[in-house]
T-cell receptor
């Protein structure tokens, strides 16, 4: 059973470009979480999605960031008009059920904004 | 609001020595507690978790943690550290905010473990 897949693993963008980060949850998992890890910090929750629904986006910046988890295909975290402060590692986690279920993390996408 | 404090940013131990990593949490209800380990450039691997029941939980790689409600702590321990344990360790607290609201995790800032041979 493959784990959580994220791609790309490394992404370099210039200021003002768009970044698209993809996450394929573990097989059978329909709950996806996105977290951001800034240098020298712990992970910060961004958004929680179920298939076709955003359940909790309380950690998402109000502008430029969006997320989706379509019925078919991976979850996408989209950052428009990136700025240097967006440089971070972005981790996706998935779980089989909501609530107390364990979250399994992907290897992350390391975004560098030049 | 929930929060996690890991007071030790860096810890160095000799191989074969015992280890204890501290974690204190703040949470308004019975917490769900986790320890994850992150190797450089890698994702997070779950070491162990506490949801309820026995307050001493066993995890992978010989780690254990003890939930102490009175001290709001969930410290991670290992009796004998191996060089391969060098990594960064994160404590996290979670719990459903509302019914159907998922399990948003709040992480500490991590403890970097260095193992001397």
């Amino acid at each position: 059973n493959a784990g959580v897949m994220q791609n790309p693993r490394h992404l370099v963008r210039r200021r003002g470009q768009e970044a698209r980060l993809r996450c394929s949850p573990m097989k059978g998992h329909s709950h996806v979480y996105w977290y951001r890890q800034l240098p020298e910090e712990g992970l910060k929750f961004m958004v929680y999605l179920q298939k076709e629904n955003i359940i909790d986006e309380s950690g998402m910046p109000k502008e430029r960031f969006s997320a989706e988890f379509p019925k078919e295909g991976p979850s996408i975290l989209r950052i428009q008009q990136v700025v240097r402060g967006d440089s971070a590692a972005y981790f996706c986690a998935s779980s089989q059920r909501e609530g107390t279920d364990t979250q399994y993390f992907g290897p992350g996408t390391r975004l560098t904004v030049l | 609001a929930q929060s996690v404090t890991q007071p030790d940013i860096h810890i160095t131990v000799s191989e074969g020595a015992s280890l204890e990593l501290r974690c204190n949490y703040s949470y308004g209800a019975t917490p769900y507690l986790f320890w994850y380990v992150q190797s450089p450039g890698q994702g997070l691997q779950l070491l162990l978790k506490y949801f309820s029941g026995d307050t001493l939980v066993q995890g992978i790689k010989g780690f254990e943690a003890e939930f102490k409600r009175s001290q709001s702590s969930f410290n991670l321990r290992k009796p004998s550290v191996h060089w391969s344990d060098a990594a960064e360790y994160f404590c996290a607290v979670g719990g459903p905010l509302i019914t159907g609201g998922g399990n948003k995790l709040t992480f500490g800032t991590g403890t970097q473990l260095k193992v001397e041979l």
